[in-house]
């Protein structure tokens, strides 16, 4: 049976992601510091096999960065400034509107020359593999 996860089923969330040997620091923050939902899980579901929780999955909305850049527009030095300004004014336009994270995938015939320009923008390469599951 899948259910709506309930307020009673976080200690069962934190017992089975520390039995699966995951770093607490990478336990989802369905729950704000002040106890109330975190309204980016838009989505918290149960699977209960016999009573008992067996898995559960929770879908959080994130914010996915396109950077589209003339490279016949201005010097090197001028678009690396007009990519930092870019970027700034994206953290400010995403915080208000209460996310948590960009992300900016880069197709690998370009991450060795972005890569380092992602990296002094203050942006952390994921060390988990992404996958994608296209909806229809």
Not at 13 to 40: T, W
Not at 86 to 100: P, S
Not at 106 to 115: L, T
Request: hydrophobic share 40%; glycine share 6%.
């Amino acid at each position: 049976m899948i259910r709506k996860m309930q307020s009673s089923d976080i200690e069962k969330a934190v017992e089975i992601h520390k039995a699966n040997g995951l770093d607490e620091r990478c336990f989802p923050n369905i729950l704000e510091e002040d106890g109330l939902a975190n309204p980016l899980f838009i989505e918290k579901e149960v699977v209960e096999v016999d009573g008992q929780v067996a898995m559960m999955g929770f879908l959080k909305i994130t914010s996915e960065v396109y950077f589209l850049i003339d490279h016949t527009i201005g010097t090197p030095e001028e678009r690396w400034q007009w990519l930092r300004e870019g970027t700034e004014h994206l953290k400010q336009l995403a915080w208000k509107r209460g996310l948590e994270q960009i992300t900016v995938f880069v197709p690998p015939e370009i991450e060795p020359s972005f890569a380092k320009r992602l990296l002094d923008l203050g942006f952390v390469k994921s060390p988990w593999a992404s996958f994608t599951l296209n909806l229809e």
